[in-house]
């Protein structure tokens, strides 16, 4: 089992920062992978930006690009997502995640197999 804890969310306004992070605990050496995702109220969760423990590969959905960074301390098992230049459509929860094993899409929720509780994350216009 592998417990995650996120942190860093709150209110802010239009063209902000807030950074994210997700504490990892219990079996973390079977985790290949951390990700980020987002759910909106009404709408589907969906991909923001995933990294492997292992060579530090990132991963990107193209609205976030140039704006929001995945990094890692391996040495702290905490993962973390910084947010510049927030818009009002990035309001969301924003759930952290771990893939144990081979993952082969990060972009795919179902690759993940362990999940935090979510952190709500809200810019005002």
């Known amino acids: 089992q592998v417990q995650l804890v996120e942190s860093g969310g709150g209110l802010v306004q239009a063209g902000g920062s807030l950074r994210l992070s997700c504490a990892a605990s219990g079996r973390t050496f079977d985790s290949s992978i951390m990700g980020w995702f987002r759910q909106a109220s009404g709408k589907e969760r969906e991909f923001v930006a995933a990294?492997?423990?292992?060579?530090?590969?990132?991963y990107y959905v193209d609205s976030v690009k140039g704006r929001f960074t995945i990094s890692r301390d391996n040495a702290k098992n905490t993962v973390y997502l910084q947010m510049n230049s927030l818009k009002p459509e990035d309001t969301a929860v924003y759930y952290c995640?771990?893939?144990?094993?081979?993952?082969?899409?990060?972009?795919?929720?179902?690759?993940?197999?362990?999940w935090g509780q979510g952190t709500q994350v809200t810019v005002s216009s």
């Open positions: 995640a771990a893939g144990v094993g081979y993952v082969g899409s990060a972009y795919s929720a179902r690759q993940y197999a362990y």
């Open positions: 990294i492997r423990w292992s060579g530090g590969s990132t």
